[in-house]
Nanobody, 113 residues
C-alpha cells in the first residue's frame, strides 16, 4: 500500500488549498477513503470520508461547509478542496484507505497571515 499526499503549503486565513492523494497497492475503487489531520500536540482526527463509489461523504463538524472530499477511481486519487481556511486548520493532513492500517507521509498545511 502506498499513499502519497501533496498540495499543502502556507495560505492566509480565508484562502483555499486543494490536497491530493495518489494511491497504489490495493483495490482503490473497493474502499472508502478518508482524510485525517494532526495538529501539533493534538491527536490525529478524522476530517472527511468518501464512500468507494463517491456517492456518500461525511465531514467533521469543524470543516463542514468549508471542505469537500472527492475521488477519481480511474486515476486512483482522492482530493480535499479546502476553502475559508482558518488558523485552526493548520496541521499535517493524511489520506487513508478506510479499512487499511497504512498511512502516507502527510502534507503540511499552515494557515497564517
Amino acid at each position: 500500500v502506498q499513499l502519497v499526499e501533496s498540495g499543502g503549503g502556507l495560505v492566509q486565513p480565508g484562502g483555499s488549498l486543494r490536497l491530493s492523494c495518489a494511491a497504489s497497492g490495493f483495490p482503490f475503487s473497493s474502499f472508502g477513503m478518508r482524510w485525517y489531520r494532526q495538529a501539533p500536540g493534538k491527536e490525529r482526527e478524522l476530517v472527511a470520508h468518501i464512500s468507494s463509489d463517491g456517492g456518500r461523504t461525511n465531514y467533521a463538524d469543524s470543516v463542514k461547509g468549508r471542505f469537500a472530499i472527492s475521488r477519481d477511481n480511474a486515476k486512483r486519487t482522492v482530493s480535499l478542496q479546502m476553502s475559508s481556511l482558518k488558523p485552526e486548520d493548520t496541521a499535517v493532513y493524511y489520506c487513508k484507505a478506510a479499512p487499511l492500517p497504512s498511512w502516507g507521509q502527510g502534507t503540511q498545511v499552515t494557515v497564517s497571515s
